[in-house]
C-alpha cells in the first residue's frame, strides 16, 4: 500500500509540475483556437479530433497537418507569455485573459490580446510601440515566473 501510495503522489507531483503557467478556457490552451493556424490561415478554433498534451497542456488543432506542425516544434508555436494578454503583462503585469481573434506574431512568435467592450489591447500594444512592449512584457513575464 505504501508503494502505491508514493507511486502517485510522484506522478501527480510530476503532472503538476510539468504544468506550464498558461491561459485555459475550458481546459485548452489559446481558448481552444489552433495555435498553428494563427501562422498560415488567421484565428481558428480547434476541432475535438485534433487534441495534443504538451507539457500538461492541452491544445486543439483544426486539421491533423496542423497537430503534426505543432508535434514537430511545440515551442515555436505555443503563444507568448502563456497565452496571457501580452499588454496587460506589460502594463502592469497582470494576466489577464484574451479574445483568441485578437493576435499578433512578432518575430515568429504568437502574442494574443485582450478585445472586449471597447478595449482592444493590441490598438494600445501597437500605439505605444511593439518593440518597447515587448521589452516590458519579457520583464514583467519573468518576475510573474518566480
Not at 47 to 56: A, C, K, T
Amino acid at each position: 500500500m505504501k508503494l502505491v501510495t508514493t507511486i502517485i503522489f510522484l506522478f501527480l507531483s510530476a503532472s503538476l509540475f510539468s504544468q506550464q503557467d498558461v491561459h485555459l478556457k475550458d481546459g485548452f490552451a489559446a481558448e481552444g483556437y489552433d495555435v498553428v493556424a494563427y501562422y498560415n490561415d488567421g484565428a481558428m478554433e480547434g476541432n475535438e479530433n485534433y487534441i495534443s498534451d504538451y507539457q500538461g497542456v492541452k491544445y486543439k488543432f483544426s486539421s491533423e497537418s496542423n497537430q503534426a506542425a505543432f508535434l514537430k516544434n511545440p515551442e515555436m508555436y505555443i503563444p507568448a507569455y502563456g497565452g496571457y494578454c501580452a499588454y496587460a503583462i506589460a502594463d502592469d503585469g497582470k494576466k489577464v485573459g484574451i479574445n483568441p481573434k485578437t493576435y499578433k506574431i512578432i518575430d515568429g512568435k504568437l502574442y494574443l490580446f485582450y478585445n472586449s467592450w471597447g478595449a482592444n489591447t493590441l490598438k494600445k500594444w501597437n500605439k505605444e510601440g511593439s518593440a518597447m512592449m515587448k521589452e516590458k512584457a519579457d520583464t514583467n513575464w519573468k518576475a510573474l515566473l518566480n
